[in-house]
């Protein structure tokens, strides 16, 4: 006699259960639900980009950051007539370990384009320099010292001047991570949404992202 029960799968609930066939009778093997969990690339399979050891030069103080960098000045003229800005200087820092540059010419005053100029910079330098990512078993202690204060708190406004240094190290974390802003979020105690908003609000960052998902063949941030 033929049996009635079907040989297809049924799941309930976090396992799969096949019922396979033993001479004349039908035993049930329990198997273990497929692995979802997201897969991270391996290092030599991430989007190449410029590499230095941490700390990150974002996340420096300011006296630290601009003994790394080699500062410029040049009397530049603004729109608006002869008279405009004719007494200001433009500010050039030239970050010498990685050849990124910030640079402001808009004010009247030379300390206030270099404080304009350092800001540019540290941006640059977030979106453009990766260090190691906690994803990768190592951080440095200014770089931890970061994480700790920030994480589960990820609304910084735009004039934060914390706002470079956590961009780089979740940018950091997001190309260890192939883009996956559901993987950063669980390090940083945030939701996937509140990574994005934070990327959204800056536009190079975000592009930088969906760069690195294009290179790993997943489809780009909306």
């Given at each position: 006699?033929?049996?009635?029960?079907?040989?297809?799968?049924?799941?309930?609930?976090?396992?799969?259960?096949?019922?396979?066939?033993?001479?004349?009778?039908?035993?049930?093997?329990?198997?273990?639900?497929?692995?979802?969990?997201?897969?991270?690339?391996?290092?030599?399979?991430?989007?190449?980009?410029?590499?230095?050891?941490?700390?990150?030069?974002?996340t420096l103080g300011s006296d630290q950051l601009l003994e790394q960098c080699d500062l410029r000045t040049q009397r530049r003229s603004g729109p608006g007539g002869q008279h405009r800005n004719k007494t200001s200087?433009?500010?050039?820092?030239?970050?010498?370990?990685?050849?990124?540059?910030?640079?402001?010419?808009?004010?009247?005053?030379?300390?206030?384009?270099?404080?304009?100029?350092?800001?540019?910079?540290?941006?640059?330098?977030?979106?453009?320099?990766?260090?190691?990512?906690?994803?990768?078993?190592?951080?440095?202690?200014?770089?931890?010292?970061?994480?700790?204060?920030?994480?589960?708190?990820?609304?910084?406004?735009?004039?934060?001047?914390?706002?470079?240094?956590?961009?780089?190290?979740?940018?950091?974390?997001?190309?260890?991570?192939?883009?996956?802003?559901?993987?950063?979020?669980?390090?940083?105690?945030?939701?996937?949404?509140?990574?994005?908003?934070?990327?959204?609000?800056?536009?190079?960052?975000?592009?930088?992202?969906?760069?690195?998902?294009?290179?790993?063949?997943?489809?780009?941030?909306?």
């Amino acid at each position: 006699m033929q049996s009635c029960i079907s040989s297809a799968a049924p799941q309930f609930g976090q396992r799969h259960f096949a019922l396979v066939p033993k001479l004349d009778r039908w035993r049930i093997v329990v198997t273990a639900e497929p692995d979802k969990s997201p897969q991270l690339p391996a290092p030599d399979q991430r989007m190449p980009v410029t590499r230095i050891v941490g700390p990150h030069p974002a996340t420096l103080g300011s006296d630290q950051l601009l003994e790394q960098c080699d500062l410029r000045t040049q009397r530049r003229s603004g729109p608006g007539g002869q008279h405009r800005n004719k007494t200001s200087s433009g500010v050039f820092l030239h970050h010498e370990p990685t050849g990124v540059v910030g640079e402001a010419t808009e004010r009247r005053s030379q300390s206030d384009n270099r404080s304009i100029a350092l800001t540019r910079l540290r941006l640059r330098l977030a979106v453009e320099v990766r260090t190691d990512s906690v994803l990768d078993g190592f951080v440095s202690g200014a770089e931890a010292e970061w994480r700790a204060a920030y994480v589960g708190n990820l609304r910084i406004g735009e004039r934060n001047a914390a706002r470079p240094a956590v961009l780089a190290l979740i940018l950091n974390d997001l190309h260890a991570a192939g883009g996956q802003p559901s993987v950063v979020a669980k390090r940083w105690k945030a939701s996937t949404s509140a990574v994005t908003r934070l990327l959204k609000s800056h536009p190079p960052a975000f592009a930088l992202v969906n760069a690195i998902r294009k290179h790993h063949g997943r489809g780009p941030l909306k």
